[in-house]
């Protein structure tokens, strides 16, 4: 889909669209806050850390931010990879592929941490042993 778009675009007469460092810095920093939230999360769900500064509304708010991040993250991978086929087939300077290339390694970091924070959130099923101890 990105590879079509940026032919029909260059198609228009406006030329190839160009990538921004602005997007592959954002991309990376939603990357961190959702890898810092998986670190949050996981410690509450899994060494059971029940505190207040988390709930389980908080941990299922955090599933379906991690779930919206990772297939945003898919639709941005794709289409600034595309871009980057599109420049890379019309010739232009390598120095030019560098901006959709962070892209698409920033939004590979945003897909990987929405995925690990999904997982994180998973709430595994209790045993017989928590239900004693909780008692």
Do not use: N
């Amino acid at each position: 889909m990105g590879w079509t778009a940026a032919r029909v675009w260059d198609a228009t007469g406006h030329g190839l669209p160009r990538a921004s460092w602005i997007t592959a810095g954002l991309l990376a920093f939603l990357a961190a806050l959702l890898l810092v939230a998986a670190r949050a999360a996981r410690g509450w769900v899994v060494e059971r850390r029940y505190d207040r500064r988390m709930d389980p509304l908080v941990v299922s708010r955090l599933v379906a931010l991690a779930k919206a991040a990772a297939l945003a993250a898919a639709v941005v991978v794709g289409g600034y990879a595309g871009l980057a086929l599109a420049l890379w087939q019309a010739g232009v300077e390598p120095a030019r592929l560098l901006r959709p290339a962070a892209v698409v390694a920033a939004g590979g970091l945003v897909l990987v941490a929405g995925l690990l924070l999904e997982r994180a959130c998973h709430v595994p099923p209790r045993t017989p042993r928590d239900m004693e101890r909780d008692g």
